[in-house]
């Protein structure tokens, strides 16, 4: 097997690549929100709660009682209906909350991305093996 029969960008590192970019993203994000003086640490803690849930338990159940194909189904029923209401709810947030508009998504991002590691960290330590994801 040579070296041009290997595919350049593999599952596995598709995956480092994603996180990587996540990190560097939510890192920009916290360095923004640290700087302007007051960061909206309810919004932040608010987020990062509702993506461990949604990204946790919330997932794990859903693979474990949902079949494939209606998950896939589900997800982009979710995705299509989450986008306008994720504007929707932040700029609520930033005109009720009296900030600006990119601090509370700066919030949001770093809320994000915390939620979502700490439940990628929870399954891959703790959760049995059913409910896991499928590793790249």
Known sequence: MSLHDEPLLTP???TLLTYAFLGLFALLSA?????SGT?????VAGSAVLAAL???PIAWLARDRIPAPRRETLGRILLIVSLPAFALVVGVFAVAGGGSLLSVTDAVVVGVVCGGAVALL????LVPERYRAERA
């Open 12 to 14: 596995r590192r598709a």
């Open 31 to 35: 360095g923004s929100l640290v700087g």
């Open 39 to 43: 960061p909206p640490w309810g919004v």
């Open 54 to 56: 949604a990204a946790g």
């Open 122 to 125: 929870a399954e891959r330590t």
